[in-house]
Antibody, heavy 121, light 107 residues
């Protein structure tokens, strides 16, 4: 059974850091691109970042570029999102999602349940 | 960045109705478009990929069409479980972007 389980969310003060993790099972993790997508309370979906299957290529949304870093450990079947210099507007549910393929052109077919990040003093 | 604009932002319909949701890209994206369904408190679910390909396990009443800048998601005969919010997403170029969403409500 394909499963993605996020963890690491919580309440953090503005300017601080947080690292999210996404543990995957049920598929060959190292052959798929992986994404982070977030959703602020009551708002729509916002694409955050993607990483290629081997970790060599990474791309980011404009609002997080330079502050967030996506990474993966294929030996541990785990995806990460390091979030630095957090702002109130980063408050959201964060989802990890598996792409349908390695080339990340065909949509995100499996999603985790999400982890909540709240940035507040 | 490519902007994705969905129409309408919300729509009311009845069980059995045919509903069409449109998505327009600010520049051509070939067929690199996906559609998702999201229900309250749940993660999104992939419905359509590459503009017109039905994801495995998704009912055939859902279909996608279009290429270039104009796309559509059609639900041929609404079922009670279809009332949700729908999003389009372009995968033509980074950063990927979503439409603002279309909320489908029961009339």
């Amino acid at each position: 059974q394909v499963q993605l389980v996020e963890s690491g969310g919580g309440v953090v003060q503005p300017g601080r850091s947080l690292r999210l993790s996404c543990a995957v099972s049920g598929f060959t993790f190292s052959t798929y691109g992986m994404h982070w997508v977030r959703q602020a309370p009551g708002k729509g979906l916002e694409w955050v970042a993607v990483i290629s299957s081997d970790g060599s290529n990474k791309y980011y949304g404009d609002t997080v570029k330079g502050r967030f870093t996506i990474s993966r450990d294929n030996s541990k079947n785990t995806l990460y999102l390091q979030m630095n210099s957090l702002r109130a507007e980063d408050t959201a549910m964060y989802y990890c999602a598996k792409d349908r393929r390695w080339d990340v052109l065909y949509g995100m077919d499996v999603w985790g349940q999400g982890t909540t990040v709240t940035v507040s003093s | 960045d490519i902007q994705m604009t969905q129409s309408p932002s919300s729509v009311s319909a009845s069980v059995g109705d045919r509903v069409i949701i449109t998505c327009r890209a600010s520049q051509g994206i070939s067929s690199w478009l996906a559609w998702y369904q999201q229900k309250p408190g749940k993660a999104p679910k992939l419905l359509i990929y590459a503009a017109s390909n039905l994801q495995s396990g998704v009912p055939s009443r859902f279909s996608g069409s279009g290429s270039g800048t104009d796309f559509a998601l059609t639900i041929s005969s609404l079922q009670p479980e279809d009332f949700a919010t729908y999003y389009c997403q372009q995968a033509n170029s980074f950063p990927y972007t979503f439409g603002q969403g279309t909320k489908l409500e029961i009339k």
